[in-house]
């Protein structure tokens, strides 16, 4: 079962006893909009059978000196998969530079760094022997007022695909064949 | 202690065992409560040693012997006479 971020949790015991500077209360609201993502997440999770795989909450990561929310981190016998949640509403667009933009032409998401993001978790999450599990990074917009218009996205998934995304790891989540070999061991490189 | 849910102030207490949020009218166990609460303190000064009144003073209510007896076998160590440490809930 999903336990509160750590973090979070003592954010609301200070709050209103001591005095947030603005980074701390920007960064309160922020973990608070987390918490709402993943509550609702884990109401399309909670409609699947999660046995067969681990199920890791909100991981915090350093890509490129920046700090990278990874809400869900899904790991099955054949797949690794990441999903940061994301609650952007209307219209939006990728550029030309791989960033996505909204109506206002304003940048809201860097993807280029889904891309550093997979190496970082592609050097540290080694698995045993030859077969590597392959490692999926979804960005899930639980908005449903959101649009991406023009050129479309494998990296985005929609709320209302997201019961479909689940249910097919769900199939996927263990090794059919008796005799194929299980991955061994996760290696983590500390 | 605060509710978990809605974070107010307001209490109604039932018994030992039961509180209830006056604003968002959660019904929530004092142990659960209690030890979110010391977890949280726990994490802003630790190894902090309390004596029946800081625990008392922290809940915000008096509790009788059998309740406090029961929070602090759970929740808390014993240090030395009359002081305690909070470990986390111990079933």
């Not at chain 2, 604003?23 to 902090?48: G, Q, R, S, W």
């Amino acid at each position: 079962m999903r336990k509160k971020n750590e973090k979070l949790k003592v954010y609301e015991f200070l709050y209103n006893r001591l005095p947030f500077s603005e980074d701390e209360a920007k960064e309160y609201q922020a973990l608070r909009r987390s918490e709402k993502l993943e509550e609702a997440f884990e109401r399309h999770l909670s409609r699947i059978k999660t046995a067969n795989m681990e199920i890791h909450w909100h991981s915090e990561v350093y890509v490129d000196g920046r700090c990278e929310f990874i809400h869900v981190l899904l790991v099955t016998d054949y797949c690794y998969y990441i999903f940061i949640l994301h609650d952007l509403a209307g219209s939006h667009y990728i550029n030309a530079f791989n960033i996505l933009c909204n109506d206002a032409h304003d940048a809201v998401l860097d993807l280029n760094r889904s891309e550093k993001l997979y190496q970082m978790f592609r050097a540290q999450l080694i698995d045993e022997g030859a077969f590597q599990r392959p490692i999926i990074v979804k960005y899930v917009m639980m908005n449903d007022e959101f649009r991406l218009k023009t050129r479309k996205s494998d990296l985005f998934l929609s709320k209302e695909n997201l019961d479909y995304y689940l249910k097919a790891i769900e199939h996927s989540a263990v090794l059919k064949k008796k005799d194929a070999p299980l991955p061994s061991r996760l290696i983590t490189e500390t | 202690m605060r509710c978990l849910k809605c974070l107010s102030l307001d209490f109604k207490i039932f018994n030992s065992n039961l509180l209830q949020c006056n604003t968002c009218m959660t019904i929530d166990n004092l142990l659960h409560l209690a030890e979110d609460y010391f977890h949280c303190l726990d994490k802003v000064m630790p190894e902090t040693v309390y004596s029946r009144r800081d625990i008392m003073h922290h809940l915000g209510f008096d509790l009788n012997n059998y309740a406090y007896t029961r929070l602090t076998g759970m929740l808390f160590q014993k240090v030395s006479a009359r002081r305690y440490e909070f470990t986390g809930r111990r079933d």
